[in-house]
């Protein structure tokens, strides 16, 4: 087990910094805290790069990118998990995606709806993105593709408090970038890629975070 201790001088250093920020005149004493870790143990046994996790709090998943450096390849590996010790690995679900140069890029990411249906985003070549859904817990998937810019990377997919998939992506020309987005009901079935009409007036808009609340869904994005 490793010890990660926080002492009572850095405890006490962000309690002046919220005592000043808020206008407290009394805070709660602060002590030491002790926590303790789990030594760290490797999940697969291959070059794997970009775990990503996603849960509907009943069905969870680890997903990562398996890198063949030698032929410049990736990848896409799932693991459902039954609970922390008890899962089911279904290696090169997807791919292989070629990718150049000397770092190995961030290609896909994943959401899951309420009722189990499994969607995973991932950039290919040519502008192209493919779209990997799975209805039976990742046993099996259904590829389908979106055809956009040949400047179009960085997928973003998440999972809509009315029961579907939303895409962003990013489309980049001159030096310059914006957001577009795609809506499928049921990750097979997209709508053609459009502006992100909030982001619009926005000087180089990106990274958006899709957000479910109470009354609908919350999107946060970053801008210039």
């Not at 490793?2 to 206008?23: A, P």
């Amino acid at each position: 087990m490793q010890e990660v201790k926080f002492t009572k001088k850095i405890f006490l250093f962000l309690m002046l910094i919220l005592t000043g920020l808020l206008g407290l005149e009394k805070m709660s004493p602060v002590h030491a805290q002790t926590m303790y870790w789990e030594d760290p143990v490797s999940l697969t046994n291959k070059d794997s790069r970009f775990p990503v996790t996603v849960t509907n709090g009943q069905d969870s998943y680890l997903l990562w990118e398996e890198v063949d450096s030698a032929s410049k390849q990736i990848y896409l590996s799932i693991r459902k998990y039954s609970s922390l010790t008890e899962y089911e690995d279904h290696q090169r679900f997807a791919g292989p995606f070629s990718y150049s140069g000397d770092e190995v890029p961030d290609i896909f990411s994943a959401a899951i709806m309420a009722d189990g249906k499994l969607a995973v985003a991932a950039a290919s070549e040519y502008g192209q993105i493919q779209v990997f859904s799975s209805i039976n817990k990742g046993e099996t998937f259904e590829q389908s593709s979106l055809q956009g810019s040949s400047i179009m990377v960085a997928p973003r997919i998440y999972a809509t408090k009315a029961g579907g998939f939303k895409m962003f992506t990013s489309v980049g020309e001159e030096n310059t970038f914006t957001i577009y987005t795609a809506d499928s009901s049921d990750g097979k079935s997209w709508s053609r890629f459009t502006a992100f009409q909030p982001a619009v007036n926005y000087r180089n808009p990106f990274i958006p975070v899709l957000v479910q609340t109470e009354s609908g869904d919350m999107v946060v994005f970053q801008a210039q």
